[in-house]
């Protein structure tokens, strides 16, 4: 089991920042081929934020790109840096990450909790 921790979430006002990170962990060996951030706000469906790959590639859904910025330390940890924040940003932040264990064939989706952010005043 590969396990998944967000933190860095918390009350900000609009137009404030936040950092969030993600860390995988496990008992066992394992690569990284992907993260990504996911969201859901109180009433909605989840989206997708971003994904960053183990080569660094990254994608943004189209509205978010150029407020939000996913990056990784190459290691076993993505973050998501969060600018210009507004109200309709608040959600549950989730941070989905696909990893092959050492010596398997095929890699696995793990999710972590999640993290609550609140853009309000």
């Known amino acids: 089991q590969v396990h998944l921790m967000e933190s860095g979430g918390g009350l900000v006002q609009p137009g404030g920042s936040l950092r969030l990170s993600c860390t995988a962990s496990?008992?066992?060996?394992?690569?990284?081929?992907?993260m990504s951030w996911y969201r859901q706000g109180p009433g909605k469906e989840r989206e997708w934020v971003a994904t960053?790959?183990?080569?660094?590639?990254t994608e943004y859904a189209g509205q978010l790109e150029g407020r939000f910025t996913i990056s990784s330390d190459y290691a076993k940890t993505v973050y998501l840096q969060m600018d210009s924040l507004q109200p309709e940003d608040t959600a549950v932040y989730y941070c989905?990450?696909?990893?092959?264990?050492?010596?398997?064939?095929?890699?696995?989706?793990?999710w972590g909790k999640g993290t609550l952010v609140t853009v309000s005043s």
């Open positions: 989905p990450g696909h990893l092959t264990y050492h010596g398997a064939l095929s890699g696995q989706e793990f």
């Open positions: 960053i790959t183990a080569g660094g590639v």
């Open positions: 496990s008992g066992r060996i394992f690569s990284i081929n992907r």
